[in-house]
């Protein structure tokens, strides 16, 4: 007769799951820390956007006179004024002027950094180094170092009121901080793939449009969201080089409603600015994946 032994059961080491239970509740109060931390960091940040909104939708004396987020009395009126426009320019002409700007603002960035950048990456040349050195200078130049020479410069040309002094740069690869985030991408893309094109009788052209391009698609992205933002939120540039009203950007439209000498409809001013904001959040929206990517990849990893 054959006699079954039982195998005996572990003991389950109580102290060991007391320190689980133990590690677990310090996971979790240090989650539920951190994520009231953020809630809160967050309505701070947002605090004056939707303190805008709501005061958008109060009457002008409640603006500025009342501190409370939400209004006593709702109004839309404010939306109606600055759709109308002022000083006989319609709103959808300021914002077509805004938009015209941001977008070829983001073409002429993207075509001449990305071209820029794969010549000091990939392309040895005489004075490359000198030449780097000084494009990397000029990011510690402050913009209002440059404002009178490149005013006198453009007013002697006769291209003041016109948009190609806003334009002009864009197309030059004068953004260094986009030519150097390009730069950086590309050196991170494995160099056998441009002696791979080159075996196959690619040159520089065919190996930057059809390998170096798409693969700096992240970088491309990234470069595209910082310039439509800065070119769209850009205040002093068509201060100082539009005249015509019919000329004027978004920002130079919102100042229109402030008057130190008479009354200023603080109310359309904010109603023009919440939907001078919407491009900018849905462009930011669309495309904010791609902007961790261009941030943070260094290229291929192979």
Not at 52 to 57: E, I, N, Q, T, V
Not at 103 to 121: E, N, R
Not at 125 to 154: C, D, E, K, S, W
Request: glycine content about 6%.
């Amino acid at each position: 007769m054959t006699t079954l032994t039982e195998t005996p059961t572990p003991r389950v080491d109580d102290a060991a799951v007391a320190r689980r239970a133990a590690a677990r509740n310090r996971r979790k109060v240090k989650s539920t820390i951190f994520h009231l931390v953020a809630v809160a960091a967050t309505i701070v940040v947002l605090y004056p956007a939707a303190w805008m909104l709501f005061a958008s939708m109060k009457p002008n004396s409640d603006i500025i006179g009342n501190t409370q987020l939400l209004p006593d009395v709702w109004t839309m009126e404010h939306y109606t004024t600055a759709l109308s426009g002022i000083g006989g320019v319609s709103f959808w002409t300021f914002f077509n002027n805004s938009l015209l700007l941001a977008v070829l603002s983001v073409v002429g960035t993207v075509l001449s950094s990305t071209v820029a950048a794969y010549a000091f990456a990939r392309i040895s040349f005489p004075g490359r180094n000198a030449l780097f050195a000084v494009m990397i200078g000029t990011l510690l130049l402050p913009f209002h170092v440059t404002i009178i020479p490149q005013y006198i410069l453009f007013n002697n040309l006769g291209l003041v009121d016109t948009y190609i002094p806003l334009l002009a740069p864009k197309f030059l690869a004068a953004e260094a901080f986009f030519v150097f985030l390009m730069i950086q991408f590309i050196r991170g893309i494995p160099r056998s793939l441009d002696e791979a094109a080159r075996i196959d009788g690619c040159g520089h052209w065919r190996t930057f449009w059809k390998i170096i391009l798409p693969l700096m698609r992240p970088a491309i992205v990234t470069s595209s969201i910082f310039t439509f933002i800065w070119s769209w939120n850009d205040f002093l540039g068509p201060l100082l080089y539009l005249k015509d009203p019919s000329l004027y950007t978004m920002p130079i439209a919102l100042r229109q409603y402030i008057d130190q000498t008479s009354v200023s409809d603080y109310g359309a001013q904010m109603a023009m600015a919440v939907l001078a904001l919407l491009p900018v959040m849905i462009f930011f929206v669309v495309f904010q994946r791609f902007l961790i990517n261009g941030v943070a990849t260094q290229g291929l990893k192979g």
